[in-house]
């Protein structure tokens, strides 16, 4: 960890409530005209953004890296368009953020968070949407795009039909997770950034993945060989848990013993937990950039225990697939972008641990 970085984003994060408070209060002055644009609940929604702002700020300057801030601008940018929220607004509230971060902190950390926001909004520029996930050039392409129009128009039986006939025709569980199943959340999470269909609708589409996938459980599911171990979790309040539990029942199709502990789970009962159970790999998930910090307290604690000595981390999720080096920050054993080449890194790690002993 950086200890420079890592107090200057634990600064910013303590003020930022207070920050915010004063940002909105900026922003309404000079622009009078987001009252009646946005009415009575508006101003409460743009303290409740600049929160986010802040807070995504503190922990890409907590984790030395301005590729989380900068991603997540460029996010925000497509995302704030269907609000009517312009790209001018958005600009007004960085230079606000600005004005209010150099009066409330001192050197060296003010000039340290102002060079992040400074690099996040010079990449602002440009109109740029998001390109789709599912692509003609991509394997089973007409798959996965009939199996999301499907989701979309409500046809949950018809959706999973398809499945099924595709794993009746012979393609692998894994390439339908893979290709399919991934690749379609990925496009609705781009298709919700673009206002193109409601948070409902995502919501939706998701459970009826999870539903889908329950159901392919009994065809392939087989006893465990007791060969090696995963137990995975994600930290934080995350909600989006379904690459996690992607991840976990790739393992389980290679025989691993996995054990799904999902999100939420307290940092002592998991330390617990782990030393009853044993297991060969710990997979740490995070998908909210302002969580990776969290997997670090994690990791921390769990390397403070000699009973867990042998015990492998690995970690994944968004923040990592868009910092490549990030992993290390955190103190993780290895980082895998995808549940396929998470199984091909645990086996490495896993093998490299049973040899030293």
């Not at 060079?115 to 007409?142: C, I, N, Q, T, W």
């Not at 798959?143 to 398809?162: H, Q, T, V, W």
Request: overall charge negative; charged content about 25%.
């Amino acid at each position: 960890m950086y200890t420079n970085q890592q107090d200057a984003g634990e600064r910013l994060k303590m003020i930022a409530e207070q920050l915010a408070d004063e940002i909105t209060l900026r922003q309404y002055e000079r622009q009078p005209e987001l009252k009646q644009r946005f009415g009575p609940s508006g101003m409460a929604r743009t303290r409740q953004d600049s929160l986010y702002h802040l807070r995504y700020l503190a922990q890409s300057v907590a984790m030395d890296s301005p590729l989380l801030f900068i991603n997540y601008v460029l996010w925000l940018k497509v995302l704030l368009m269907q609000y009517k929220i312009t790209a001018e607004d958005l600009r007004i509230n960085f230079t606000l953020m600005k004005d209010a971060i150099s009066a409330s902190l001192e050197p060296p950390a003010r000039e340290l968070i102002l060079s992040y926001l400074d690099m996040a909004v010079f990449h602002m520029k440009g109109e740029e949407s998001p390109p789709s996930f599912l692509r003609p050039e991509k394997p089973y392409f007409r798959e996965a795009d009939e199996y999301l129009r499907l989701l979309l128009e409500g046809e949950r039986r018809k959706a999973s039909a398809c499945i099924s006939r595709l794993y009746d025709e012979g393609v692998p569980v894994k390439d339908i997770y893979m290709h399919i199943f991934q690749e379609t959340q990925y496009e609705l999470g781009r298709l919700w950034q673009m206002g193109r269909i409601t948070v409902a609708q995502e919501h939706y589409c998701t459970a009826c993945t999870q539903s889908i996938i329950s159901q392919l459980y009994p065809r392939w599911i087989k006893a465990q060989s007791g060969r090696s171990s995963l137990v995975a979790v994600g930290v934080g309040e995350e909600l989006h848990e379904i690459g996690l539990r992607m991840l976990t029942d790739f393992f389980e199709m290679e025989g691993w013993n996995t054990y799904y502990l999902g999100s939420n789970m307290p940092l002592e009962s998991l330390v617990r937990y782990l030393i009853e159970q044993p297991a060969d790999l710990l997979a740490i998930s995070v998908t909210m950039t302002y969580h990776v910090s969290e997997a670090a307290r994690v990791i921390a604690s769990i390397r403070s225990r000699p009973e867990l000595d042998g015990l492998r981390i690995m970690v994944g999720g968004m923040p990592f697939n868009i910092d490549k080096e990030l992993w290390e920050k955190v103190g993780a054993d290895g980082y895998a972008p995808d549940a396929r080449t998470a199984l091909e890194a645990a086996e490495r790690l896993v093998s490299s641990t049973h040899h030293k002993n």
